[in-house]
């Protein structure tokens, strides 16, 4: 495939740009390194020349007027942002690449405000350049039409008026952009009672819908180096994100340290200034339940508060959620790979995460087993530590 699969710098998730903004504001001096991981057990069906050339095309992108003026419609978006955002350039020479027996490693280093965004690009060329492989032999309409067929029977499952609601959460692993804009024009236009919205900065400005998402794990690991110490590393994050966008954005991702230690700091204080929370490992069942028990000890009424819901859901995990907290607490959902390239072959489950800042690691110990990805065993043995982290306690 030698045309670009990334067509602007739209073309990813919201959360890329509001922490990008943040760390313009707070950290335009914050050295990054993020690293490339594949969880599947065969190697993805992609070359190092593809990818590299498709990272060549991400240096050739610009936002341009029409883009930055729809950014500055966005109530959170400040204007000497989107002075930043007229400049910037994405340097493709930051992303290093390697394959060895088939496995590709990916490692980028700059400024963080710079390189954050190669996260979702390169995901998502990724599994496209992945999901291409299946093409091949003129069974290119094969794997559409059985995609499209799991897709109406999907669309076709959720009852009316249910009061269920979900936003996509596709970007990153979805198996085409086509297919991408497809599955949400589809979600817009067949359920257009319980779809909220997508994470996608171009199809909410392109098919006019709601740009949905606040933060992601790399930002609350980053304070594991820029906030006031290790211990306070969450609440410091909580607490910068709060002063930057004034109580706008207010769902707070749990699962950094693992949910256990999060409501150990998220205090009255930042319980009441939050819409709600995040969950994105361990069991949804027992994560909500933890969620209102620690609101109403805080004297907080769990009705007035929101709980998202974004960990590998399909319609029927989601709906049973949806049901089990109907009354208790307001429930959404995040949903991805399911809907986004779901094409009758297994698809990638690839991630790529912040590993170091300033020198120094950083870390995610989540709320399952098999999410973290750090190197450094000695930092991993100090976070447990510094938290009192343990695994089956979530």
């Known amino acids: 495939m030698d045309s670009p699969i990334i067509p602007t710098l739209l073309d990813t998730d919201l959360y890329k740009y509001t922490m990008q903004q943040s760390m313009v504001h707070r950290y335009p001096d914050a050295w990054a390194r993020m690293e490339f991981h594949c969880r599947n057990d065969s190697p993805l069906a992609v070359s190092k020349k593809q990818l590299k ?30 002075d930043y955002l007229e400049r910037f350039r994405l340097e493709p020479g930051a992303v290093k690449i390697e394959q060895s027996q088939g496995q590709l490693s990916l ?22 350049l992945h999901g291409h492989s299946f093409y091949g032999h003129g069974e290119q309409d094969d794997v559409i039409a059985q995609g499209q067929h799991r897709l109406d029977e999907k669309l076709d499952q959720l009852p009316d008026n249910s009061g269920f609601t979900l936003v996509d959460f596709g970007t990153r692993r979805r198996f085409s952009r086509d297919w991408h804009y497809h599955v949400v024009e589809s979600l817009k236009h067949r359920l257009p009672d319980n779809f909220m919205g997508t994470s996608n900065l171009n199809l909410a400005r392109t098919i006019g819908l ?30 910068v994100w709060l002063e930057e966008y004034k109580g706008q ?24 200034a939050y819409q709600g929370m995040r969950h994105d490992s ?31 859901l ?13 009354g208790k607490i307001n429930v959404s959902f995040g949903i991805g790979t399911y809907l986004t390239n779901d094409m009758g072959f297994k698809a990638p489950n690839i991630v790529l995460k912040l590993t170091e800042l300033n020198g120094a690691p950083v870390a995610k110990l989540s709320d399952s087993p098999g999410k973290t990805l750090c190197r450094d065993e000695d930092y991993i043995e100090l976070l447990k530590k510094t938290f009192g982290y343990q695994l089956s306690a979530a």
């Open 249 to 272: 954005l207010g769902i707070a991702l749990t699962d950094t340290i693992s949910m256990e230690a999060f409501l150990k700091d998220f205090d009255v204080e930042l319980a009441r």
């Open 53 to 82: 050339r498709q990272c060549e095309f991400l240096g050739d992108l610009r936002l341009g007027s029409e883009e930055l003026e729809w950014l500055l419609t966005l109530p959170f978006i400040a204007e000497d942002f989107i």
């Open 107 to 128: 490692v980028i280093e700059g400024l963080w405000s710079e390189i954050t965004h190669f996260e979702i690009f390169l995901l998502a060329i990724i599994s496209e």
């Open 210 to 239: 709601q740009p949905v998402g606040t933060m992601a794990h790399e930002w609350l690991q980053s304070h594991q180096v820029l906030g006031k110490s290790l211990r306070s590393s969450q609440k410091d994050a909580l607490k």
């Open 314 to 326: 399909n319609f029927d995990k989601a709906l049973a959620i949806h049901q089990w907290f109907a």
């Open 282 to 312: 361990g069991d949804p069942f027992v994560w909500g339940e933890l969620a209102i028990d620690h609101y109403r000890r805080l004297g907080i009424d769990p009705r007035t508060k929101s709980l998202v819901f974004s960990d590998k």
